[in-house]
């Protein structure tokens, strides 16, 4: 069975300071990973994916991730955080078999605090 | 296009009471998706559902059902409320291919007293 780490419940951060929240996963294969980003009283909304090609990802809002296959992570980053960027945060994973559909594992989520 | 809906946005049930959430997902999407999200168990898998047919589930009880409608639209029911099934209910939807990534409704929130 699949599984996902976020290690951190909340990383503090400075406003214009890049931002790293990190993502570990487990799962048998290759991985389909995704980020996804919650407001208060909001639904999520989808970041960035990984399925295959360039290990850097670029998504949203100017946030991008690195999958690396050695260490299992996929770590959201952000060159310079706004106080905008301020939300919970959760790394994802769908398991690349062909009976799993579209079910998503997540991690626990970390909460992103951007001081200005 | 419009996103993902569902309704309610906010109920209050009794325990023991049952309850049906709705959800409409975007337009051309065929997949439907259903997660409960409580701070102490996070964001869990309930079931997806593909052309009316329930394609996965989670590792709920039988007191967790759902379905999905021919245009698409799903509904979930809990049968039997407990005080744990307070929660966030999120629905989302993905449109049809390989590996696409799942757009959410804002939710509804449950609250059982």
């Known amino acids: 069975a699949q599984s996902v780490a976020q290690p951190e419940d909340q990383v503090n951060v400075a406003e214009g300071n890049p931002l790293t929240v990190k993502c570990t996963y487990s799962?048998?294969?290759?991985?389909?990973l995704f980020w996804y980003v919650q407001y208060p009283n909001r639904g999520l909304q989808f970041l960035l994916k990984?399925?295959?090609?360039?290990?850097l990802v670029k998504g949203s809002y100017g946030f991008e991730a690195e999958f690396n296959k050695s260490q299992t992570s996929f770590h959201l980053k952000k060159p310079s955080a706004l106080v905008s960027d301020s939300a919970l945060y959760f790394c994802a994973v769908r398991d690349p078999g062909g009976n799993a559909g579209n079910m998503l594992t997540f991690g626990g989520g970390t909460r992103l605090m951007v001081k200005p | 296009k419009a996103g993902v809906t569902q309704t309610p946005r906010y109920l209050i049930k009794t325990r023991g009471q049952q309850v049906t959430l709705s959800c409409s997902p975007i337009?051309?999407?065929?997949?439907v998706s259903w997660y409960q999200q409580t701070p102490g168990q996070g964001l869990q898998f309930l079931f997806e559902?593909?052309?009316?047919?329930?394609?996965n589930k989670g590792n709920f009880p039988g007191r967790f059902s759902g379905r999905q409608f021919s245009n698409s639209r799903s509904e979930m029911n809990v049968s039997t409320l407990e005080l744990g099934d307070s929660a966030l209910y999120l629905c989302?939807?993905?449109?049809?291919?390989?590996?696409?990534?799942?757009?959410f409704g804002p939710g509804t929130r449950l609250t059982v007293t």
């Open positions: 990984y399925i295959t090609g360039d290990n």
């Open positions: 337009s051309g999407h065929r997949s």
């Open positions: 989302a939807s993905s449109p049809p291919g390989p590996i696409y990534e799942q757009y």
């Open positions: 799962v048998s294969g290759n991985p389909y």
């Open positions: 559902y593909f052309s009316e047919t329930q394609r």
